[in-house]
Structure formats: structure tokens, C-alpha cells
């Protein structure tokens, strides 16, 4: 890892889409609502995306954690998994807390629209829950890990492929009805926040156990 770097310049790539999708994200919800977007976005269904997302959104973060801290361990020092860890802790424990304690009777879109009579198209398999829709704790996760790839690579490429596995999954959790639009804007920003200021709390911490190589 390049702890010299300026995440916002040398990972604009990844910035700008993250800027896009928050602009259009927001201006969607302006202009339809809250609710009425959500039932028009649910309306875009086939069986393919119902299965993908289902699985995608189910498992997406677990494979994305579970493949950073393979490289992670075999390529970089305990001072990177430290910051990998100590984002993903802190990110886990705010959404947590900002969910139930401002949060606890936002209800989640399943619900809140079985309250209101209108019918979603919901998937078979999909559990529903009622409370804890703000933020939405998987994009949030999603947004943290795939910026933390892109600054461990350079590669525009992975900076590229990375912010758009962080929309995909962000809409998933909307297609599968588990959150509103704004929920994930609202993940997403959690979850960069929380990774860019680790990075920069840490990047000038050192140590003897720190520098070094998790494997030798």
C-alpha cells in the first residue's frame, strides 16, 4: 500500500462514480419521491436479476472481505490489515448504532408498503424485516471494502470495475426491496467516510510490529 497517496486524487476514478451515483441517487428521489420511486424501480424485474441479486446481495460481501483479507495477509504488513479491520469494526459498530438508536421506526420497504396496501414483486427465499432501513449496512460495507481495493491498486481498471460492483450492489438491496434508494446513498457515503479517515488517522503510524510482513 502506498500510504503517501492522496485517496481523493489518486483514486478520482472511483470518486467520480461514487459522486454520480449519490447526484443521480438524490435527484431521483427529488423528483419521484421516496415511495414512488421504489415502486417504479420495483416494477424493472426479471427471473434472472431475481436470482442474481438474491445471491449477489446475500453472499457479495462475505466474498469481497474474505478475498481482500487473502491479499491482504499474503502481500501487504499488519499495519494495512489493521486499517482493513479497524474501518470494517468502526463501520460495522456506526451503522449499528445509527440504525437503532435514530432510526428504529424507519421501516424497512416490505413492510412499509404491506402497511399501506400496495403490493411489491418480492422474491422467494428473501426474508423480510421490519425496522432498521437506515443506513443500509451492506452497501455501506460494499462502498468501504471496494474503495480499500482500489487503494491498494493503481490499476484504473480495478478502480473502474470496483465502483460499479459497489452500485450493483447498492441497487440490489433496493430490488430486493430490503431498502429504500436513500438508504444506500446513505451507506455508501458512511462507508467511504469511514475507510478515508482510518487511512489517514493511521497512514503516518508506525511500528516495529506494524512494518512488518504478515507472511515472510
Not at 3 to 12: E, R
Not at 67 to 86: A, D, G, H, P
Not at 188 to 210: D, E, M, P, W
Amino acid at each position: 500500500m502506498n500510504y503517501t497517496q492522496d485517496i481523493f486524487k489518486d483514486n478520482k476514478l472511483y470518486f467520480i462514480g461514487l459522486f454520480l451515483f449519490v447526484f443521480i441517487s438524490l435527484g431521483c428521489i427529488q423528483y419521484f419521491g421516496r415511495d414512488e420511486l421504489h415502486v417504479l424501480l420495483n416494477g424493472y424485474n426479471t427471473p434472472f436479476l431475481d436470482v442474481f441479486f438474491k445471491y449477489f446481495s446475500k453472499y457479495g460481501p462475505v466474498v469481497f472481505i474474505l478475498c481482500i483479507l487473502y491479499y491482504v495477509v499474503k502481500r501487504e504488513n499488519y499495519k494495512v490489515l489493521f486499517i482493513l479491520l479497524s474501518s470494517y469494526l468502526l463501520n460495522f459498530i456506526v451503522v449499528t448504532f445509527v440504525k437503532k438508536v435514530f432510526f428504529i421506526h424507519v421501516h424497512r420497504p416490505t413492510y412499509y408498503f404491506s402497511e399501506k396496501g400496495i403490493d411489491l414483486h418480492l422474491i422467494d427465499g428473501v426474508s423480510s424485516q421490519i425496522p432498521f432501513t437506515f443506513p443500509s449496512g451492506h452497501t455501506s460495507e460494499a462502498f468501504l471494502l471496494l474503495l480499500f481495493v482500489c487503494i491498494l491498486s493503481t490499476s484504473k481498471w480495478i478502480h473502474f470495475i470496483s465502483i460499479c460492483i459497489a452500485v450493483i450492489m447498492a441497487y440490489s438491496r433496493v430490488y430486493l426491496s430490503k431498502h429504500f434508494l436513500i438508504d444506500t446513498v446513505g451507506g455508501a457515503l458512511l462507508g467511504v467516510f469511514i475507510v478515508t479517515l482510518l487511512f489517514y488517522v493511521f497512514q503516518h503510524k508506525n511500528s516495529t510490529l506494524l512494518d512488518r510482513k504478515i507472511l515472510k
